[in-house]
Protein backbone atom coordinates (compact mmCIF):
# COMPACT_ATOMS: atom_id res chain seq x y z
CA UNK A 1 0.00 0.00 0.00
CA UNK A 2 1.17 3.51 -1.06
CA UNK A 3 1.73 6.03 1.97
CA UNK A 4 2.92 9.14 -0.49
CA UNK A 5 2.71 9.29 -3.69
CA UNK A 6 3.87 12.71 -5.22
CA UNK A 7 3.09 13.43 -9.02
CA UNK A 8 4.73 16.24 -11.27
CA UNK A 9 5.52 18.28 -8.01
CA UNK A 10 7.23 21.56 -8.98
CA UNK A 11 8.43 24.27 -6.65
CA UNK A 12 9.54 27.51 -7.32
CA UNK A 13 10.66 30.53 -5.71
CA UNK A 14 11.10 33.84 -7.16
CA UNK A 15 13.72 36.11 -6.35
CA UNK A 16 15.94 39.02 -7.52
CA UNK A 17 18.07 36.78 -9.66
CA UNK A 18 15.12 35.32 -11.10
CA UNK A 19 13.22 32.38 -10.85
CA UNK A 20 14.45 29.66 -8.77
CA UNK A 21 13.36 25.73 -10.04
CA UNK A 22 14.37 24.11 -6.88
CA UNK A 23 12.03 20.89 -7.79
CA UNK A 24 10.97 20.63 -11.35
CA UNK A 25 8.33 17.89 -12.31
CA UNK A 26 9.17 15.38 -9.07
CA UNK A 27 7.48 11.90 -9.02
CA UNK A 28 8.03 9.19 -5.83
CA UNK A 29 6.25 6.57 -4.18
CA UNK A 30 6.49 5.82 -0.93
CA UNK A 31 5.18 2.53 0.36
CA UNK A 32 3.65 1.11 3.67
CA UNK A 33 7.21 0.41 6.08
CA UNK A 34 9.28 1.39 3.43
CA UNK A 35 12.49 3.63 3.80
CA UNK A 36 13.29 5.78 0.92
CA UNK A 37 16.16 7.53 0.60
CA UNK A 38 16.90 10.71 -1.12
CA UNK A 39 20.49 11.43 -1.85
CA UNK A 40 22.49 13.87 -3.85
CA UNK A 41 24.42 16.67 -3.92
CA UNK A 42 24.10 20.12 -1.21
CA UNK A 43 21.75 22.68 -3.33
CA UNK A 44 19.35 20.11 -5.43
CA UNK A 45 16.41 20.63 -4.05
CA UNK A 46 16.24 17.85 -1.58
CA UNK A 47 15.07 19.37 1.27
CA UNK A 48 13.03 21.86 -0.35
CA UNK A 49 10.78 18.69 -1.49
CA UNK A 50 10.78 17.35 2.00
CA UNK A 51 9.39 20.99 3.17
CA UNK A 52 6.64 21.17 0.61
CA UNK A 53 5.15 17.79 2.05
CA UNK A 54 4.19 19.27 5.21
CA UNK A 55 3.68 22.99 3.43
CA UNK A 56 6.43 24.16 5.22
CA UNK A 57 7.78 27.11 2.54
CA UNK A 58 7.36 30.43 2.68
CA UNK A 59 4.65 32.44 0.94
CA UNK A 60 6.48 33.13 -1.99
CA UNK A 61 6.37 29.84 -3.08
CA UNK A 62 4.79 28.71 -6.13
CA UNK A 63 3.51 24.58 -5.92
CA UNK A 64 2.06 22.94 -8.42
CA UNK A 65 1.40 18.64 -9.12
CA UNK A 66 0.19 16.88 -6.43
CA UNK A 67 1.29 15.44 -2.96
CA UNK A 68 -1.44 12.65 -1.84
CA UNK A 69 -1.26 11.03 1.29
CA UNK A 70 -3.05 8.10 1.72
CA UNK A 71 -5.61 9.82 -1.29
CA UNK A 72 -5.98 13.04 -0.07
CA UNK A 73 -4.05 15.87 -1.89
CA UNK A 74 -2.27 18.11 0.78
CA UNK A 75 -1.56 21.02 -0.87
CA UNK A 76 -5.50 21.14 -1.42
CA UNK A 77 -6.24 20.76 2.05
CA UNK A 78 -6.97 24.07 4.47
CA UNK A 79 -3.91 25.14 7.18
CA UNK A 80 -6.24 23.72 9.99
CA UNK A 81 -6.51 20.78 8.40
CA UNK A 82 -2.55 20.42 7.80
CA UNK A 83 -2.11 21.59 11.29
CA UNK A 84 -3.86 18.17 12.56
CA UNK A 85 -1.65 16.27 10.09
CA UNK A 86 1.77 17.73 10.70
CA UNK A 87 3.53 15.98 13.67
CA UNK A 88 0.34 13.50 13.85
CA UNK A 89 0.06 11.66 10.44
CA UNK A 90 3.26 13.46 9.12
CA UNK A 91 6.43 14.06 11.25
CA UNK A 92 10.03 15.67 10.03
CA UNK A 93 13.25 15.71 11.97
CA UNK A 94 15.08 18.66 10.60
CA UNK A 95 19.13 18.97 10.32
CA UNK A 96 21.41 20.93 12.95
CA UNK A 97 19.21 20.30 15.65
CA UNK A 98 20.48 23.04 17.97
CA UNK A 99 19.38 25.55 15.77
CA UNK A 100 15.83 23.71 15.05
CA UNK A 101 14.91 23.37 18.77
CA UNK A 102 13.78 26.56 20.95
CA UNK A 103 16.86 27.81 22.97
CA UNK A 104 14.07 29.10 25.82
CA UNK A 105 12.19 25.82 26.08
CA UNK A 106 13.12 23.14 27.93
CA UNK A 107 13.43 19.66 25.83
CA UNK A 108 10.54 18.30 28.02
CA UNK A 109 8.65 20.99 27.08
CA UNK A 110 9.22 20.32 23.38
CA UNK A 111 9.00 16.78 23.26
CA UNK A 112 5.43 16.64 25.60
CA UNK A 113 4.39 19.26 23.03
CA UNK A 114 2.92 16.41 20.42
CA UNK A 115 1.69 14.92 22.98
CA UNK A 116 -1.05 17.67 24.81
CA UNK A 117 -1.67 19.30 20.29
CA UNK A 118 -2.52 16.05 18.95
CA UNK A 119 -3.46 13.79 21.96
CA UNK A 120 -5.47 16.50 24.21
CA UNK A 121 -3.68 15.38 27.58
CA UNK A 122 -2.92 17.89 30.65
CA UNK A 123 0.50 19.27 30.85
CA UNK A 124 1.59 16.69 34.00
CA UNK A 125 0.66 13.65 31.41
CA UNK A 126 2.13 14.74 28.41
CA UNK A 127 5.87 15.86 30.19
CA UNK A 128 5.36 11.88 31.34
CA UNK A 129 5.43 10.62 28.05
CA UNK A 130 8.27 12.71 27.07
CA UNK A 131 9.96 10.58 29.52
CA UNK A 132 8.77 7.77 28.04
CA UNK A 133 10.19 8.76 24.76
CA UNK A 134 13.48 9.84 25.68
CA UNK A 135 14.08 6.60 27.54
CA UNK A 136 12.98 4.86 24.17
CA UNK A 137 15.56 6.79 22.53
CA UNK A 138 18.05 5.62 25.16
CA UNK A 139 18.77 8.90 27.18
CA UNK A 140 19.92 8.40 30.54
CA UNK A 141 18.34 9.69 33.90
CA UNK A 142 15.30 11.06 31.39
CA UNK A 143 13.42 12.20 33.81
CA UNK A 144 16.07 14.74 35.15
CA UNK A 145 17.35 15.22 31.16
CA UNK A 146 13.63 16.39 30.75
CA UNK A 147 14.25 19.81 32.96
CA UNK A 148 17.22 20.86 30.55
CA UNK A 149 17.88 23.03 27.63
CA UNK A 150 18.67 22.33 24.23
CA UNK A 151 21.85 23.41 24.83
CA UNK A 152 22.86 21.49 27.72
CA UNK A 153 22.57 18.39 25.72
CA UNK A 154 25.06 16.86 23.57
CA UNK A 155 24.93 17.01 20.33
CA UNK A 156 23.75 13.04 19.43
CA UNK A 157 21.03 13.60 22.85
CA UNK A 158 19.72 16.57 20.90
CA UNK A 159 19.58 14.35 17.68
CA UNK A 160 17.88 11.85 19.70
CA UNK A 161 15.43 14.30 21.19
CA UNK A 162 14.54 15.39 17.91
CA UNK A 163 13.65 11.80 16.58
CA UNK A 164 12.00 11.36 20.29
CA UNK A 165 9.76 14.36 18.87
CA UNK A 166 9.18 12.54 15.51
CA UNK A 167 7.72 9.43 16.94
CA UNK A 168 6.23 11.04 20.10
CA UNK A 169 2.41 10.47 17.92
CA UNK A 170 3.37 7.17 15.88
CA UNK A 171 3.01 8.93 12.81
CA UNK A 172 2.75 6.87 9.47
CA UNK A 173 5.51 8.98 7.67
CA UNK A 174 8.77 10.43 8.92
CA UNK A 175 10.80 12.90 6.76
CA UNK A 176 14.54 12.58 8.07
CA UNK A 177 16.24 15.73 6.86
CA UNK A 178 20.18 14.98 7.48
CA UNK A 179 19.79 13.66 10.94
CA UNK A 180 23.27 12.92 11.47
CA UNK A 181 24.85 15.91 9.71
CA UNK A 182 27.80 17.15 12.22
CA UNK A 183 27.80 14.37 14.07
CA UNK A 184 31.23 12.44 15.06
CA UNK A 185 31.15 9.21 13.32
CA UNK A 186 30.55 6.68 16.57
CA UNK A 187 27.18 8.99 17.37
CA UNK A 188 26.68 8.91 13.76
CA UNK A 189 26.34 5.31 13.98
CA UNK A 190 24.19 5.06 17.17
CA UNK A 191 21.72 6.90 15.84
CA UNK A 192 21.28 5.53 12.43
CA UNK A 193 21.08 2.10 14.50
CA UNK A 194 18.39 3.66 16.91
CA UNK A 195 16.36 4.81 14.01
CA UNK A 196 16.65 1.40 12.05
CA UNK A 197 15.66 -0.19 15.45
CA UNK A 198 12.96 2.49 16.04
CA UNK A 199 10.97 2.59 12.46
CA UNK A 200 10.85 -1.40 11.98
CA UNK A 201 9.90 -1.35 16.05
CA UNK A 202 6.75 1.08 14.89
CA UNK A 203 6.16 -0.02 11.13
CA UNK A 204 6.95 3.66 9.90
CA UNK A 205 7.07 4.97 6.61
CA UNK A 206 10.24 7.10 6.00
CA UNK A 207 11.83 9.29 3.74
CA UNK A 208 15.63 10.09 4.45
CA UNK A 209 17.67 13.20 2.66
CA UNK A 210 21.10 12.45 2.80
CA UNK A 211 24.10 13.14 0.69
CA UNK A 212 26.00 10.60 2.98
CA UNK A 213 25.97 7.31 1.24
CA UNK A 214 26.76 5.54 4.39
CA UNK A 215 23.93 5.92 6.34
CA UNK A 216 21.74 5.89 3.09
CA UNK A 217 22.97 2.46 2.30
CA UNK A 218 22.47 1.49 6.10
CA UNK A 219 18.81 2.80 6.24
CA UNK A 220 17.02 2.34 2.86
CA UNK A 221 14.79 0.02 0.97
CA UNK A 222 14.85 2.40 -2.02
CA UNK A 223 16.80 5.23 -3.49
CA UNK A 224 15.93 7.82 -5.48
CA UNK A 225 18.97 9.98 -7.04
CA UNK A 226 17.96 13.83 -6.95
CA UNK A 227 20.13 16.21 -9.08
CA UNK A 228 18.97 19.77 -9.42
CA UNK A 229 15.46 19.78 -9.28
CA UNK A 230 15.15 16.40 -10.95
CA UNK A 231 15.06 12.58 -9.79
CA UNK A 232 17.79 11.21 -12.14
CA UNK A 233 17.64 7.23 -10.94
CA UNK A 234 15.46 5.09 -8.95
CA UNK A 235 15.85 1.76 -7.72
CA UNK A 236 16.50 -0.86 -4.93
CA UNK A 237 19.70 0.30 -2.51
CA UNK A 238 21.54 -2.97 -3.45
CA UNK A 239 21.04 -1.91 -7.29
CA UNK A 240 21.94 1.33 -6.72
CA UNK A 241 25.03 0.35 -4.99
CA UNK A 242 26.39 -2.66 -7.10
CA UNK A 243 24.80 -1.11 -10.79
CA UNK A 244 24.10 2.31 -10.95
CA UNK A 245 23.07 3.65 -14.37
CA UNK A 246 22.65 6.76 -14.65
CA UNK A 247 26.49 8.46 -14.92
CA UNK A 248 25.61 11.05 -12.47
CA UNK A 249 25.17 8.03 -9.84
CA UNK A 250 28.11 6.67 -10.83
CA UNK A 251 29.99 9.94 -10.07
CA UNK A 252 28.32 10.04 -7.11
CA UNK A 253 29.27 6.36 -6.11
CA UNK A 254 33.14 6.59 -7.66
CA UNK A 255 33.96 9.90 -4.91
CA UNK A 256 33.52 7.77 -1.78
CA UNK A 257 36.90 6.26 -0.42
CA UNK A 258 35.99 2.51 -0.89
CA UNK A 259 35.31 2.89 -4.57
CA UNK A 260 38.11 5.12 -5.84
CA UNK A 261 38.00 8.25 -4.09
CA UNK A 262 37.22 10.37 -7.72
CA UNK A 263 36.16 13.83 -7.56
CA UNK A 264 33.51 14.62 -10.08
CA UNK A 265 34.30 16.98 -12.57
CA UNK A 266 32.36 20.70 -12.85
CA UNK A 267 30.21 21.87 -10.20
CA UNK A 268 26.07 21.14 -9.71
CA UNK A 269 23.75 23.84 -12.02
CA UNK A 270 22.26 27.01 -10.38
CA UNK A 271 18.77 26.72 -9.81
CA UNK A 272 18.20 29.79 -11.63
CA UNK A 273 19.92 29.13 -14.93
CA UNK A 274 19.73 25.53 -15.64
CA UNK A 275 21.23 24.30 -18.59
CA UNK A 276 19.01 23.13 -21.74
CA UNK A 277 18.44 19.41 -23.01
CA UNK A 278 20.29 16.82 -19.75
CA UNK A 279 20.52 18.35 -16.54
CA UNK A 280 24.18 16.50 -16.22
CA UNK A 281 25.27 16.95 -19.85
CA UNK A 282 27.90 19.98 -19.01
CA UNK A 283 29.67 17.46 -16.60
CA UNK A 284 28.76 14.40 -18.07
CA UNK A 285 31.89 12.07 -19.85
CA UNK A 286 28.87 10.11 -22.30
CA UNK A 287 27.62 13.25 -23.40
CA UNK A 288 26.00 13.00 -27.27
CA UNK A 289 24.77 16.20 -29.01
CA UNK A 290 21.04 15.30 -28.44
CA UNK A 291 21.74 15.48 -24.38
CA UNK A 292 22.43 19.22 -24.93
CA UNK A 293 19.00 19.96 -26.92
CA UNK A 294 16.27 17.16 -25.61
CA UNK A 295 15.04 16.63 -21.92
CA UNK A 296 15.48 12.75 -21.39
CA UNK A 297 12.75 10.70 -19.66
CA UNK A 298 12.34 8.30 -17.17
CA UNK A 299 12.92 5.03 -18.79
CA UNK A 300 12.51 1.59 -16.94
CA UNK A 301 15.29 -0.66 -17.60
CA UNK A 302 14.79 -3.71 -15.36
CA UNK A 303 12.82 -4.32 -12.50
CA UNK A 304 11.52 -1.54 -10.79
CA UNK A 305 14.81 0.41 -11.59
CA UNK A 306 14.31 3.86 -13.57
CA UNK A 307 16.55 6.11 -15.09
CA UNK A 308 16.91 9.31 -16.77
CA UNK A 309 19.20 9.29 -19.78
CA UNK A 310 19.81 9.05 -23.38
CA UNK A 311 21.92 5.91 -23.09
CA UNK A 312 18.70 3.47 -22.31
CA UNK A 313 16.68 5.55 -24.08
Do not use: W
Not at 106 to 111: I, P, Y
Amino acid sequence: MTVLSIRGLKVYFSTEDGIVKAVNGVDLDIGENETLGLIGETGCGKTVLGLSILRLLSENTVVEGEILYRGMDLLKLSEEEMRKIRGKEIAMIFQNALTSMNPVLTVGTQVSEPFELHHGLRRRDALMKAIEMLKLVRISSPSERVKEYPHEFSGGMRQRAMIAMGLACEPSLIIADEPTTGLDVTIQAQVVELMKELTMRSRTSMLLITHDLGVAAELCDNIAVMYPGEIVEYANTVEIFKNPKHPYTQGFLDSLPGRGLKPMEGMSPSLINLPEGCKFHPRCPFALERCKREHPRMVEIGNNHQVRCFLYD
